[in-house]
Nanobody, 127 residues
């Protein structure tokens, strides 16, 4: 059964850090680009970051550049989103997704291209 499961969300104070994990099962995550998206109440889903297969493209939205770091551990079928210097405007449900595009093809921040999605993890930044 193909599945993506996010973990690591929670409540954190402004300026704090969280690391989201995205564990894949039923398929080899290393053959897929991985995207991270978020959706705040009343807003559209936003592409936050993505990482291609191999040594390909890494993307960050301007709103998180310099604060978030995406990575992947293909040996363990997991991807990560390290989030530092969190702000209240980062509050959202965060989703990871996997795109079965051509190997080495640049990843995209467009949600419509992704094949598999996790269930989402709530991140709340508040004092």
């Amino acid at each position: 059964q193909v599945q993506l499961v996010e973990s690591g969300g929670g409540l954190v104070q402004p300026g704090g850090s969280l690391r989201l994990s995205c564990a894949a099962s039923g398929f080899t995550l290393g053959y897929y680009a991985v995207g991270w998206f978020r959706q705040a109440p009343g807003k559209e889903r936003e592409g936050v970051s993505c990482i291609s297969t191999g040594d390909g493209r890494i993307f960050y939205a301007d709103s998180v550049k310099g604060r978030f770091t995406v990575s992947r551990d293909n040996a363990n079928n997991v991807a990560y989103l390290q989030m530092n210097s969190l702000k209240p405007e980062d509050t959202a449900v965060y989703y990871c997704a996997a795109d079965n595009g051509p190997l080495g093809f640049p990843c995209t921040e467009l949600p419509g291209t992704y094949d598999y999605w996790g269930q989402g993890a709530q991140v709340t930044v508040s004092s």
